[in-house]
């Protein structure tokens, strides 16, 4: 495995890589849902390249950039096991020469209006822009996301058609805790008491699904009692909303839904959707 730092050498590397290259973008602090992302691509790419790199521009005044977890020594071990071919550590310099104050921004409207995006301006703007940069670099032919993040697949997914991207972007889907709390690098901020509640999450989602699978569709009580069950477990609820699968608001026809959820438990902010298919009313 290698690790590379400088867009140089990164360039300079893929000049001579053959066959297919699958891309990993990460934050680092890596655990057994970002290790499903690198497996995934194994499977399906002749090399790998994993980015580790704590992305400024997503995050909002007063969020966690200087605390969010970094945990490079670990990563590094990990990916290597895995079999990673490289990594891909760059410096906030690196990426952002002139200190992010570049006038080209990456925004993908409409789907980056709502859900997380209604409650953290920009964030989607910085994940759009920094990805946009590492598939300019690393010019992967399959770039792998988690659908925890689902709205961020979306968004990833829309930027790809509308720039006319050639890159195959893959879903890989949750992964959780026996308990089936998502896996999250926010998970460690969690307190022993918070941890235990925190599954909450996903079984006000789980609850929702199966009502929806039995046939209700007034939709706004679902909402409505999910983000009851949230509060009881003693989450702050940014949000619970049914969506169809392309994240619009469903109707009467709808055939696949989404249901998304996300709450702050003390200093984590938790995210987690789940998908299910029914029968039109």
């Known amino acids: 495995m290698e690790r590379l730092t400088t867009a140089d050498a990164l ?9 297919r290259i699958g891309l990993v973008p990460t934050m680092g602090n890596l655990h057994a849902g970002h290790m499903a992302l690198v497996a995934a691509a194994r499977a399906r790419c002749d090399r790998v390249v994993t980015s580790i790199f704590v992305n400024p521009l997503q995050f909002g005044p007063g969020e966690d950039l200087d605390s969010y977890p970094r945990t490079l020594a670990a990563d590094l071990a990990a990916l290597e096991t895995a079999g990673v071919d490289v990594v891909f550590t ?40 920094v990805v946009a940069k590492l598939f ?15 709205q961020q697949l979306a968004v990833i997914r829309q930027m790809v058609a509308d720039l006319c991207m050639n890159i195959d972007i893959a879903g890989v889907p949750i992964e959780r805790e026996a308990d089936g709390l998502a896996l999250s690098s926010r998970n460690g901020y969690l307190s022993a008491a918070e941890r235990r509640r925190a599954p ?21 009580a679902l909402e409505r009692q ?12 940014d949000y619970f909303e049914i969506r169809s699968a392309a994240l619009t608001p469903p109707d009467a026809g709808t055939r696949v839904f989404r ?16 998908g299910v298919s029914a029968p039109p009313r």
């Not at 360039?11 to 066959?19: E, I, P, Q, V």
């Not at 990426?95 to 301006?121: E, H, K």
């Not at 009851?228 to 609820?237: I, Q, T, Y």
């Open 11 to 19: 360039a300079a590397w893929r000049d001579d890589a053959g066959g």
């Open 90 to 129: 760059p410096s906030v310099e690196t990426m952002y020469p002139d200190g992010g104050r570049s006038a080209t921004r990456v925004q993908v409207a409409g789907v980056t209006d709502i859900l997380c995006g209604a409650r953290r301006p920009g964030h989607f703007d910085g994940v759009a822009t």
């Open 136 to 150: 300019n670099l690393v010019r992967p032919d399959t770039a792998f996301f988690g659908e925890k993040d689902y």
């Open 200 to 220: 909450a999450l996903a079984a006000a989602l789980r609850e929702c699904v199966d009502r929806l699978a039995a046939g209700e569709r007034d939709f706004a």
């Open 226 to 237: 999910g983000t009851a069950r949230l509060a009881e477990a003693g989450f702050d609820p």
């Open 259 to 274: 249901v998304l959820a996300a709450g702050h438990l003390g200093r984590a902010r938790l995210i987690d959707n789940m």
